[in-house]
């Protein structure tokens, strides 16, 4: 399935002083420099998994002559997004033809035994992170004018002549982040794959916090709205970077569809548009972003300002995505709704469930301004749409609610009627272990919707639950090799992913950077919990 | 065969005062702006050969949109040697991925239809006109920072993304040459093909007049000295650019190997090196460049100054590289004398000409300075060379001067024994005759050697056949198609190539220029071809 949505003929509306509020706030990056750690070899094993093995120390690179043929990859030893620079002299009778290199920068081995050539996804082949120079003049130090998002970088001598071979130094990484990881108090947990958990949600965070909070620093390294509410939640638990998420705020309400509607994804490059993707999942998460924005830094003129385009995106779909049955209109195959990647999830119950959920926090926004008008008519229309799902979609046999024309049980369905909270707390806790006990066929791809079913569970006061999916989910990214989480992960199909091919997928992105909330916000000070963090309390 | 010379602990010997001298004289390049004439399709007929169509006029090019998979080639109307810029911009919804394209530059079509994955010769693959390049940020001019040597250019869109296609336009090439061709009068003659050839020969040399007189722009981009000879020449009857003569023979003679031999080749970039690579006839030129820069230019001081070192060249050579019987020692298949490309010629009757021929212009040398000891002394070494070189390598049978072991019979070795002049002129004559009717298997592949054919021919009055002869060859490179003469031009087998690949063959190579040369010195003007320029004379 490809996603993407155009519009002929797209017109926008915009706001010069939200976006001239969010250009002031633009960031710094904060710049460091990232030596390779070592250089390695990445082979194939018996089942055709990437094994990395440690080749050389960095100081034996000086005595390294590198010829036609030979490959060379530097680990970085984590995760890093920046600019990379090296020397490369020319060792020999003479540099009498330039050298010519193909360079490779891989998030996660296995992008190093990929052939780039075979690459057939829907997503443009421009992501792959691949470069081939001339160096026409040696000794030279190349300063890359790209950004990349890697772990390894791997040098391929293409050609140099007879007369001479390539010696490399001074590799370095320039890496670039609006945050600094180190003010940052560690989780603290007895238990280590927890603390191992949280660094790295953190980390991945972190490098996905540039210009804007990026999706991916691979891949799209663009705002959208959907990973934006997730990024936020984990900022005020951990860098509390507010100025950000104002930034991000204005810009999404700076420029909008003309109708109203606000993009899914907002481009800050080459200048500022707002997408012409409209998902109405993503559109209605402004009113949440916006009130745990409120909540987190208590910034009320932010607040007033931005709350009419809030709570209109509720308007918009209400007036506009609604049938006469208060059910939102499916759309099928289009690209209407996000949810969650995987190949047939019908989305029309989710969106429903999602709605409701955005006229909650509407609700809190209303009331913290005082429109106790608008708090009264979201409240009604709330309990219309409460009612009209459970009547809909709800499936009294089967225990479970299902969505669309062919009745279809999914996973997502329930975690999202859960959190939208379209039972009590009693009834949804007993509808999310029946879906685990049933586990329907439509499940789960991205950690973004690992962290709305983990969240379902905490809701459900199954923090045990929760907390044994993580680890089970995240912990198993970290025990596959995670150094940042991962766009995707199906533990049951390594090579799962959205595009067509794993070669685009993003190793580092954002929306499953939530444990390091979770944790933080329902286990580590919570009474239930404190085992799990008694190290820091006995401290 | 690969060709080339490394030596072990190379040392070399500096006059820095001669390597200032050639540095104040570095030219400053002119600059002319230079425009796409129209876009064509380069594709394959029926025998393999590559056929050009027009396609589409340059005004058109605003309104194309390009693709992945879309190519387009834009023909510049001639061979150009400089940089290139254009202008990308994203058409559509939206620039959401970077645009992600390969450049080729091809000097004559066929490049066009190569695959360079499947290039195996022995040359660096590096020289291959071809860039890949990721767009970032669209609209973006790109500049490229490297210099091309191509008539055509050809984008190729890799990628863009589903949501935006691509639009090219101010596509430009900055060409950079140290002359200018419009000062030069037309050869004038009544008949058009030696017009063009006498035309094209002046444009291969301009493009190969950079920062020093380059072998070939595409590739090699460097001065060699037995290609310089020939330029020089070509430059007397044209150009009249004295300094730059003047500059590339203070290079070879400001650094030389520590025992005063001259390298065949020297590069100016990044900084002043001479080649290790010593071969006997190169080194042996710089005898005949000396003369005809002086009998140009008349400058006395330049005579004075390198005629040590030229004449040094000869008494090495009768040092180190005779036998006892004053023959040259053969040195096989190693890379010591050039005289001609080709598959298992015998160099060394062609040496031990090649070093007669040279104490004729060391003779010159001497003689206009006074020096008239050495007159006498090399005169005689002449005289002995001669007879030895009768002696050992005259076959009376066959009527041709055989060489080496296997007392091979080429071509190389006749012409070279004629413009040694080791017999008078009939006999010299009779030879070339000879050796046209008996057609010696070990035949001809360069216009380098060709020249030296032609030449020979008209050392021995037969000025007819030699017109005859320069319009079959470089005229049958015209026919071909050439916009400027190509370094290699076998006419029954089009795929030479000394490389193993005719992908990496230069086709703007100075050392085909000299039909320029030998048409004004040797025609023009010449009572007995008067009829050939009555246009000139008429007017």
């Known amino acids: 399935m490809s996603a993407f949505s155009i519009i002929e003929d797209f017109r926008v509306k915009t706001n010069q002083a939200f976006l001239d509020k969010a250009a002031v706030l ?38 390294m002559h590198f010829r036609k043929g030979n490959k060379v990859v530097f680990d970085f030893g984590d995760h890093q997004v920046g600019y990379v620079s090296f020397t490369a002299e020319a ?117 996905c916090m540039q210009k804007v909070f990026e999706d991916g620093p691979k891949r799209d390294r663009r705002l959208w709205l959907g990973d934006f509410r997730l990024q936020a939640r984990v900022n005020y638990v951990t860098f509390k970077n507010f100025d950000m998420v104002k930034r991000c705020l204005y810009l999404f309400a700076g420029m ?26 993503y559109a209605l998460f402004f009113c949440p972003v916006l009130w745990d924005y409120y909540e987190a830094s208590g910034d009320e003129e932010t607040l007033q300002e931005l709350y009419p385009q809030a709570v209109g995106q509720i308007n918009i779909c209400i007036e506009t995505m609604l049938d006469e049955n208060h059910i939102v209109i499916d759309q099928g ?36 301004l005082g429109d106790y008008e608008r ?23 089967l225990g479970m609610f299902v969505s669309g024309n062919e009745r279809q049980v999914s996973w997502a369905t329930q975690v999202w009627m859960i959190l939208a909270r379209v039972f009590n707390e009693e009834k949804s806790r007993e509808l999310i272990l029946h879906t685990q006990q049933m586990n329907p066929e439509i499940s ?33 990214m970290i025990k596959d090799g995670a150094d940042t989480f991962w766009e995707v992960y199906n533990p049951c199909n390594k090579q799962e992913s959205p595009y067509g091919c794993a070669m685009v997928n993003s190793y580092c992105h954002a929306w499953s950077c939530t444990p390091a909330y979770l944790l933080r916000k329902f286990y580590k000070g919570n009474e239930k919990f404190k085992e799990l963090f008694r190290s820091v309390d006995d401290r």
């Open 375 to 397: 708090v009264q008519q979201l409240e009604k229309q709330m309990d219309i749409l409460k009612k009209a799902a459970v009547e809909t979609f709800w499936n009294e046999e």
């Open 444 to 476: 789960m791809v991205t950690p973004y919707m690992y962290h709305h079913y983990v969240d379902a569970l905490i809701q459900c006061k199954e923090e045990e639950k929760a907390l044994a999916e993580m680890k089970r989910y995240w912990g198993g």
């Open 256 to 281: 909008t569809f003309h109708d109203g509607r606000m993009g899914a994804c907002f481009f800050h490059e080459p200048d500022l548009q707002v997408d012409d993707t409209y998902l109405m999942d």
């Open 91 to 207: 060792l020999g009778s003479h540099f009498d033809a330039p050298a010519y290199i193909r360079l490779k920068f891989a998030e996660v081995p296995a992008e190093l035994m990929e052939d780039s050539d075979a690459y057939d996804g829907w997503l443009s082949k421009s992501w792959i992170q691949e470069d081939v120079l001339h160096l026409d003049i040696l000794p030279y130090t190349e300063k890359l004018p790209r950004r990349y998002a890697f772990r390894y970088m791997q040098i391929e001598i293409l050609d140099t002549s007879p007369k001479y071979s390539l010696k490399l130094s001074n590799i370095i990484c320039n890496y670039a982040s609006a945050v600094e990881m180190s003010s940052i108090e560690p989780l603290g947990s007895e238990d280590e794959m927890l603390n191992d958990i949280d660094r790295i949600s953190i980390k991945t965070l972190m490098d």
């Open 333 to 368: 195959e289009t690209f209407w709704c996000f949810l969650d990647w995987g190949e047939g999830l019908n989305k029309q119950a989710g969106a429903q469930a999602v709605l409701i959920y955005a006229i909650r926090y509407g609700i809190r926004l209303a009331r913290a």
């Open 26 to 63: 633009e960031p710094v990056l904060n710049r460091r420099t990232i030596k390779p750690k070592y250089m390695v070899s990445v082979e194939e094993d018996q089942y055709g998994e990437a094994v990395v093995r440690k080749t050389a120390e960095m100081w034996e690179l000086s005595s």
